[in-house]
């Protein structure tokens, strides 16, 4: 069935769409400025176009079946497209005043992000939309054009992304200031016994890590809390419900949360980037959103003063002083701002995922 040779209509999708988020014909009919039954002659035009039915209907109240559940994944997907086209087209015609979206872990919305979209507005006309999701949802925003910009990690794939470099993290623990690791320059994973721990969810590769090396030192964990998501574990820290190990970047973002970071050891490597999707034209207001992220990051105090190495574990301190990083393979993007992209190899041999 050609679809756009049909009398399908958008009204009619967005009418579909606000009956399934709203509940009720009724409800729909308030959110959108509209009569109940201007509502349901929508959805019935809708079902005769398709040709098939969406709700059951009973007295005074449709009930969706699993087609409208089904369909509505599909009619989001396109609507939102939609909005994404008409911001495009707006865009090009009012370059300053482009809405610039940029997807990141929701974590970043602490300290990050408030600076960039401060740097945004001080320079363009443009608002900003912000997309929070995992890292692998962040590569979903880019490639789908929900987001222009995001803030991700490494490995990713270049035939997909292009990215810059924002900066290397390794693992941290943190804790409340009167813990007793405050006193401590390292944290081991001896160190750990008999405390209790704030944890990410087990899906997560660092999760695994933490456990293997505190079985390995024979401590078994005593886990608390789990979280699915970075940030979480800032307010039980804070709280003095336990201690959790993170990386010194995400540790960063819990300067208002007046917690205390130390490197822990055994420790992973995690390289940051900001990523946008291969092949991508940048206007004046996305050339300085990229900026506004790359100086966010570097403008960000280090944890552990002005030497690099300073307060490392000796274990991780020697390696770096030797060098042991992930090679660089520095390219330059013919579409995007002169930036240094992909400094790190795409398959890192020291970067997890949490």
Not at 101 to 128: E, M, Q, R, W
């Amino acid at each position: 069935m050609e679809l756009l040779q049909s009398d399908l209509k958008l009204r009619q999708l967005k009418v579909f769409r606000e009956v399934l988020r709203a509940g009720s014909t009724r409800r729909a009919a308030a959110v959108l400025g509209i009569s109940q039954p201007a509502v349901s002659q929508h959805v019935k035009q809708l079902e005769t176009t398709l040709g098939i039915t969406l709700f059951k209907r009973s007295a005074n109240r449709i009930v969706p079946l699993q087609e409208a559940w089904e369909l509505l994944r599909n009619v989001e997907l396109a609507l939102t497209s939609l909005d994404r086209l008409e911001a495009s087209i707006f865009a090009m015609k009012n370059e300053e005043k482009q809405r610039i979206a940029i997807a990141a872990p929701s974590v970043f919305g602490f300290v990050t992000l408030p600076k960039v979209v401060a740097i945004i507005h001080s320079k363009t006309a443009s608002n900003v939309r912000s997309i929070s999701g995992s890292y692998e949802q962040i590569g979903e925003h880019i490639l789908a054009g929900r987001a222009d910009l995001g803030i991700s990690r490494l490995p990713l794939d270049p035939s997909l992304f292009e990215w810059a470099a924002l900066g290397s993290a390794r693992n941290v623990c943190i804790f409340h200031p009167d813990h007793r690791f405050s006193k401590q320059t390292c944290i081991e994973a001896h160190d750990l016994a008999g405390e209790t721990i704030v944890d990410i969810d087990p899906q997560f590769a660092a999760h695994q890590m933490n456990f293997n090396a505190l079985r390995f030192a024979g401590v078994e964990p005593d886990i608390l809390v789990e979280f699915d998501c970075n940030g979480h574990e800032a307010g039980y820290v804070s709280a003095g419900l336990g201690i959790s190990i993170t990386n010194e970047i995400i540790a960063r973002e819990y300067a208002a949360f007046n917690l205390e970071a130390k490197p822990v050891e055994p420790s992973a490597l995690y390289h940051y980037v900001a990523i946008w999707q291969k092949g991508r034209t940048f206007s004046n207001a996305l050339n300085v959103s990229l900026e506004a992220i790359i100086a966010a990051f570097s403008n960000m105090p280090t944890a552990r003063g002005s030497s690099p190495l300073e307060g490392w574990c000796p274990s991780t301190a020697a390696a770096l002083e030797q060098g042991a990083t992930v090679h660089s393979n520095r390219k330059r993007s013919a579409r995007a701002p002169a930036t240094e992209r992909g400094p790190f190899e795409q398959n890192s041999p020291d970067v997890s995922s949490s």
